[in-house]
């Protein structure tokens, strides 16, 4: 039912990283709309409605304080949201299956199939389904399936709307999108639905931005999206250990590439392997849909994007332990920067997991800073055996260290007094910039031993 103050009623199951930046843009944009997000997660809702959001994203908070009681609301009332609901966005988590068939690469789909279950059992009226969650293709069939077995008379019309921003940058690619993907049934009830959804965009996104496409191809862009970028980041990533045997810079190659306007400049800086939620499982779960359908050359392409990664992050620590003499054991290190990116607390397959776990196995003691992802640090770090402390404040983390391994380029790092953080380090004093982010001639002039990624190192020794 819609409440009379309301043109529609729509309603998110999910409120993550995407379901709740995503409604509370379209609550922002679409005051005649009704948006309501729910959760199984009660600590998470709670969260949304206080002031201290469940995640970090610039200018979210600002947006989410200007709507929430108005039109945009955070409830675990997922039943009564899903009866009163006309648009029902999908938005729960799609990790990577971690057991039995396709354990590793394949779509652990259980919450996809609980949140059918539960649309079904409570929905009285028509309704339409949108996938907002990343799927594999053909996810849609599966859906409309469960939707509509037993003797459910109520018509769900299934559309496919992949999310495309990224974090740190959330609110910005979501008010300004690239394009909008609305995949749908080339049917009178799916031209219908997406034409629904269309004016919800239409609110503030171009007209011809909007691509409408058949729902397989709508999955299977935002996989291959993901893949693509991904692909650049390991391609620029083996050219850098090419840079690192020949003395040529990768900073210099990707401008040089970069400007060729059929390559373009994006995605393209070398660093310590790719992280966040998405680029691994999407692209196991494109590896893993390929095997399906016996396409083994194919499959072997896009998972070598991921061992490339695995190898840049394995790279990283070798530069480490060959620049420090072969031993780690007892040496102090700071880590700046956990966060899989800046400008998110968000340390899902951060490389600094990785990284960290294996610099921990060489016996290193580590001082791990970052700005918003201590926690999250913390219990990723949980279980692994070795010394390590979380501090906030850098210089304080640098006291005493022989090195420091920058792993996310927070703009902060960047503004830092390193003659001030020189002289508080241990001698020889190492810095390896896994972002090529900070002035190496000016640390090497301050006596650092500089080590970036893909190209010639600054070493006084
Ligand atoms: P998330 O883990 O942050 O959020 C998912 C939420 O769904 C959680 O709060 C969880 O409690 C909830 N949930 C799980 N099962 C539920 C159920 N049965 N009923 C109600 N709530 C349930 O995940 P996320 O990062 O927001 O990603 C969600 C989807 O969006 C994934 O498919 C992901 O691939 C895709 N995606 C993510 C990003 C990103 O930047 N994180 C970007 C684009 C697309
Ligand atoms: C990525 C995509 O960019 C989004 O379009 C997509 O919606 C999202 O995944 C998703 O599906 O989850 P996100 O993971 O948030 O977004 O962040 P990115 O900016 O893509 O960065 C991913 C990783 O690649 C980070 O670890 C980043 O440091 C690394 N990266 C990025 C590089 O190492 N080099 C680059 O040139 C760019």
């Not at 918003?372 to 949980?382: P, V």
Request: neutral net charge.
């Amino acid at each position: 039912m819609t409440s009379k103050k309301f043109k529609k009623n729509i309603l998110c199951i999910g409120a993550g990283y995407v379901g709740g930046p995503t409604m509370t843009i379209i609550a922002n944009k679409c005051p005649d709309y009704k948006v309501t997000v729910v959760d199984i997660s009660k600590e998470r809702i709670d969260a949304w409605n206080s002031d201290k959001l469940p995640i970090f994203e610039p200018g979210l908070l600002e947006r989410v304080l200007s709507v929430r009681g108005k039109n945009l609301f955070f409830s675990t009332e997922i039943d009564l949201g899903i009866n009163e609901a006309d648009i029902i966005f999908v938005s729960v988590n799609t990790p990577t299956k971690m057991f039995g068939e396709g354990a590793g690469k394949a779509v652990d789909l259980q919450f996809i199939e609980q949140t059918a279950r539960r649309i079904k059992n409570n929905s009285k009226t028509n309704k339409i389904v949108v996938e907002k969650s990343t799927l594999p293709v053909r996810a849609a069939e599966a859906l409309a399936t469960i939707l509509h077995s037993g003797d459910n008379s109520v018509e769900f019309e299934i559309l496919s709307n992949p999310e495309f921003m990224a974090e740190g940058t959330g609110v910005s690619d979501m008010e300004n999108p690239d394009r909008i993907l609305i995949g749908s049934r080339d049917t009178v009830s799916g031209l219908a639905a997406r034409d629904i959804l269309m004016d919800i965009y239409l609110h503030w996104v171009p007209k011809e931005r909007l691509i409408t496409t058949n729902l397989w191809s709508s999955e299977l862009s935002k996989l291959v999206a993901n893949a693509v970028l991904a692909q650049r980041i390991s391609s620029i990533n083996t050219i850098a250990s090419l840079c690192e045997a020949t003395e040529a810079d990768v900073t210099e190659v990707s401008r040089a590439i970069g400007m060729d306007s059929r390559i373009g400049s994006k995605f393209l800086n070398a660093g310590p392997g790719f992280g966040g939620s998405c680029f691994r499982k999407d692209i196991l779960n494109l590896v893993y849909l390929c095997e399906y359908y016996q396409l083994n050359e194919v499959a072997a392409f896009w998972e070598q994007v991921v061992s490339i990664n695995d190898y840049q992050m394995e790279r990283y620590v070798k530069r480490i332990l060959q620049a420090m003499f072969n031993t780690l054991v007892g040496k102090k290190m700071a880590v700046f920067g956990f966060a899989f990116k800046p400008d998110t607390g968000d340390t899902r397959d951060a490389p600094a997991i990785y990284i960290c776990k294996r610099l921990l196995e060489e016996k290193a003691c580590l001082k791990i800073t970052d700005p918003y992802a201590l926690d999250n640090a913390r219990n990723d770090l949980q279980s692994i055996e070795g010394k390590k402390e979380f501090i906030e404040d850098p210089y304080k983390a640098v006291e005493g260290v022989h090195a420091i391994a920058l792993i996310t380029e927070w703009s902060s790092y960047k503004k830092l007094d390193y003659r001030k953080i020189f002289e508080k380090m241990e001698k020889p004093a190492f810095i390896f910039d896994g972002r090529n982010c900070l002035d190496h001639q000016a640390l090497y002039k301050i006596g650092f031993n500089v080590y970036p990624v893909g190209k010639p190192e600054l070493s006084h020794l």
